[in-house]
T-cell receptor, first 112, second 112 residues
């Protein structure tokens, strides 16, 4: 079945890099997504990667995908206080009408 | 650009009351989705509409009904609200397979 897991909490100092990890169980994933949610707000798409890719970079964000281990990570370079939020990874599976299965979210706290 | 618009933003109901949550998108997207978000559980799919004229159950459909009124609008109805349906409800839309979902700002619903 579908299962997406994330650690619940990560604390980093401003200026350091943050790495948020995600594991998934279904090998028929087609796309994997990272969303950001600030308090009281909706979900903002950060980036996404097709499952036949290993890496995608977009400014301060780097996504790494290890298909063998079913492991996805999001690296945020030079983390800022404005990056404090909950980060969700999500997957869609082949033939599922683009339905998303979400992880439980990782709360990123950025300290001065 | 409005994107995905949800109304109302907040609502308090008594147990047994009914209400309809509204969602509209102006991006000409084919597929629309309703999720609920509960603490520590990420987002779970309630119902979705892969295209105009079709609706299907998601992971947690019990106690809900939906209507895809036209291509733009997808409503979620609670016929007899229960305290277990206290949650934040998000509507999302996408053009189709592989394309990311875009989310509304959510409706915060409390049932007493």
């Amino acid at each position: 079945g579908e299962d997406v897991e994330q650690s619940l909490f990560l604390s980093v100092r401003e200026g350091d890099s943050s790495v948020i990890n995600c594991t998934y169980t279904d090998s028929s994933s087609t796309y994997l997504y990272w969303y950001k949610q600030e308090p009281g707000a909706g979900l903002q798409l950060l980036t996404y990667i097709f499952s036949n890719m290993d890496m995608k970079q977009d400014q301060r964000l780097t996504v790494l995908l290890n298909k063998k281990d079913k492991h996805l990570s999001l690296r945020i370079a030079d983390t800022q206080t404005g990056d404090s939020a909950i980060y969700f990874c999500a997957e869609t599976l082949t033939g599922t009408a683009s339905k998303l299965t979400f992880g439980t979210g990782t709360r990123l706290q950025v300290t001065l | 650009n409005a994107g995905v618009t949800q109304t109302p933003k907040f609502q308090v109901l008594k147990t047994g009351q009914s209400m309809t949550l509204q969602c509209a998108q102006d991006m000409n997207h084919n597929s629309m989705y309703w999720y609920r978000q509960d603490p520590g559980m990420g987002l779970r799919l309630i119902y979705y509409s892969a295209s105009e004229g079709t609706t299907d159950k998601g992971e947690v459909p019990n106690g809900y009904n939906v209507s895809r009124l036209n291509k733009r609008e997808f409503s979620l109805r609670l016929e007899s609200a229960a305290p277990s349906q206290t949650s934040v409800y998000f509507c999302a839309s996408t053009t189709g397979v592989g394309q990311p979902q875009h989310f509304g700002d959510g409706t915060r619903l409390s049932i007493l």
